[in-house]
């Protein structure tokens, strides 16, 4: 017999937690159209059967494959459930296929997840939510992941502009009871347009907080025999407050999610040298930035004959006046410095006239007649991929593995700078919205999954515009995420690397180091550079992510080598434990107040603290530091002095940083 009142609150235990005792019989996905809200599909759907079985390697998480049925509409839904006792979180994903002889129309959504909340009538729900990393503007705090958090929840969208699922909010949001004691996050996989619809009503003398996380911009009919996908979400519990959340869900990313790999050290030249810069320029770069001890060397874009924009799409010409003897030979020389080799692709799209776009026309989409928005540029002279044909994607990957192995590249910049939607609008069906979406987002994936199978040695840098596409289905599949492309301002970049850090883990906040290049970041003349060194608040301000330098080494000099050599030594020493908790440690909102963060090992007691005066006029603060247990002896050793003492937890810590710019920098352990 189906059973009826199936609810994914069978797999949640965790007692004292007010927001998962108030969540209502659920099945935590929906159907939605216009004559059918989600939770009138929900009343009505059965579970048909269940099979469970150990997550095999993993064995604390169960996978439950699911079917169900809905009488009134002829739906049959085949749905995983992927239970991980450890982080008492549950992964739902699956497809939605019509199996009755009659069409669906108006079919809105898929719903990822959906569920309600009852609390007390007189309470309050509390929201936090990371705005994305488009923005580049300069401004202090900047608008890239700030970080919102309110008494009372709101509505959240992201992609409806373009297509990009982090052109606006990201998809994460954390919810806690009103005394911060207990609550839940939620996170979903898609790489383009979604809503988190999130109401406040009052029924029966209670307080009802519906929550509605689903694909946005769809308005489709389903034929008999089609099917449609429900993205991977993500709804996990936790004790404690918003920061505890965020813990909570950046542990679950680590343990479930993300590839096992410690955040790199990178060079990537693009806004350090010049645009008309040579493989001589490279050389000397390479050279130097070896001996530092940067571990990954990335040609980025221009590589390619026609130079960017024009020229995305000439993946097979290399740019010959920029490579006279082929980039193999400066790949190769990379290599015999003790690095691993990188670059950069656009994959995604081809400009009319490339080589790809010629060679191969039936691989892409075009927008003929249309202003391209985006770029201000006159006619969309871009074509987008097909990626919802799966045999593009074959050709596609094809290409990848084979252009990986010419060059033995070991890092891949995947790119994605322009807007699909327009096109997907374009080329949907007749009255089939959103139907091109759905099998754009769901071939990305794919494609992106046959790549590392293909090609498991290649660290994957997720960007798009910067931080336009950091959703967690796409930086599941990315080893670490260009956040932004704002590399001029160190303070603004510090709050969005806290702003990354709230929501995922460190690896995924990359910036690149840049100071003296260019005259109009820098308030420090050459010579002072020469003869001072580095500030070190431009450097560590860099450290809440994986370690990025753009910097001209032309400016190096042998004193200027030796105190970044020592900043990278100790920023290795360290960075395991941007994948641990995260804690900010200030809220600044000028730029005359303190600023810091502390990353902290729980299970080893290990971490360190970065406090930055910024332009404060005090020299002194004192702070708390909540990783640390109440009552334990922990040794903090100064990073620049190496000098040791002691800090009892539960206790403040008086620092003082004399200089403007400067910052204190300790690294700890139990005694």
């Not at 009802?208 to 911009?217: A, E, Q, T």
């Not at 850090?501 to 050459?526: E, I, K």
């Amino acid at each position: 017999m189906p059973e009826k009142r199936f609810s994914i609150r069978r797999f949640f235990r965790q007692p004292g937690n007010t927001l998962l005792a108030g969540l209502q019989p659920t099945c935590g996905f929906a159907l939605t159209t216009q004559e059918m809200p989600p939770a009138a599909f929900q009343a009505d759907v059965s579970l048909r059967s269940l099979s469970s079985a150990a997550g095999d390697p993993l064995p604390d998480s169960r996978i439950h494959d699911c079917v169900f049925e809905h009488h009134a509409s002829g739906v049959e839904v085949q749905v995983e459930f992927i239970e991980h006792r450890d982080t008492a979180t549950l992964e739902i994903s699956g497809r939605i296929y019509n199996r009755s002889r009659k069409s669906i129309q108006h079919v809105h959504g898929p719903v990822s997840l959906c569920f309600t909340l009852a609390i007390g009538k007189n309470d309050t729900v509390r929201m936090t939510s990371v705005y994305g990393g488009g923005p580049t503007d300069g401004d202090y705090p900047p608008q890239a992941y700030k970080l919102t958090e309110t008494d009372g929840v709101r509505f959240l969208f992201g992609g409806h502009e373009g297509g990009r699922s982090t052109e606006t909010e990201m998809p994460y949001v954390i919810f806690t009871d009103e005394t911060e004691s207990s609550g839940l996050f939620c996170a979903l996989e898609w790489p383009a347009s979604w809503t988190i619809d999130v109401r406040n009503v009052v029924a029966g003398g209670k307080r009802m907080i519906p929550v509605v996380i689903k694909v946005g911009g769809c308005d489709l009919t389903l034929e008999p025999g089609e099917s449609i996908p429900i993205p991977r979400a993500h709804i996990g519990f936790f004790v404690g407050d918003a920061v505890a959340g965020s813990n909570a869900l950046r542990r679950h990313i680590v343990e479930h999610l993300r590839p096992p790999t410690l955040p790199p050290v990178f060079y990537n030249h693009y806004f350090g040298l010049p645009r008309d810069w040579t493989v001589e320029d490279q050389f000397r770069e390479a050279d130097i930035y070896a001996e530092l001890g940067v571990e990954y060397y990335v040609v980025d874009a221009e590589w390619f004959a026609g130079k960017f924009r024009q020229g995305i799409g000439n993946w097979e010409v290399e740019d010959q006046q920029r490579f006279p003897n082929g980039m193999v030979e400066f790949a190769e020389h990379v290599r015999s410095r003790g690095m691993k080799f990188g670059s950069w692709l656009e994959i995604e799209w081809a400009m009319k006239g490339s080589h790809w776009a010629l060679e191969h026309p039936d691989w892409f989409d075009a927008l003929p007649g249309r202003y391209d928005t985006h770029y201000d540029g006159g006619e969309y002279n871009d074509l987008l991929l097909r990626l919802g044909d799966a045999e593009v994607r074959d050709r596609v990957a094809d290409f990848l593995e084979a252009w990986v192995d010419k060059y033995g590249i070991e890092w891949l910049r995947w790119d994605m700078n322009n807007s699909p939607q327009p096109i997907w609008q374009a080329t949907d069906p007749p009255g089939q919205r959103g139907w091109r979406q759905l099998e754009y987002a769901e071939g990305l994936y794919a494609l992106l999954d046959a790549f590392m199978r293909r090609c498991p040695q290649v660290s994957i840098e997720a960007c798009s515009s910067g931080g336009y596409r950091m959703d967690l289905g796409t930086l599941r599949r990315a080893h670490t995420a260009w956040m932004c492309d704002n590399t001029d301002t160190h303070d603004p970049i510090r709050l969005m690397q806290k702003g990354v850090n709230r929501v995922v883990p460190g690896c995924y906040a990359n910036s690149t180091m840049l100071w003296a290049t260019h005259d109009h970041r820098r308030t420090q003349s050459l010579a002072a550079l020469k003869r001072d060194g580095y500030p070190t608040s431009p450097l560590r301000s860099r450290m809440g992510g994986s370690l990025g330098f753009a910097e001209s080494a032309r400016l190096y000099t042998p004193k200027i080598k030796e105190q970044l050599q020592r900043e990278i030594v100790a920023y290795k020493a360290q960075r395991h434990l941007l994948l641990k908790d995260y804690y900010p440690l200030f809220a600044p909102q000028r730029l005359a107040e303190f600023d810091g963060w502390q990353f902290h090992d729980p299970l080893t007691g290990q971490g360190f603290v970065q406090i930055f005066r910024v332009n404060a006029p005090a020299t002194r603060t004192t702070v708390n530091l909540p990783g640390l247990d109440v009552g334990t002896r922990y040794t903090l050793r100064d990073v620049d002095t190496n000098r040791k003492k002691a800090i009892i937890g539960g206790t403040a810590l008086k620092v003082t940083i004399p200089d403007p710019q400067g910052t204190k920098w300790y690294q700890y352990g139990l005694d």
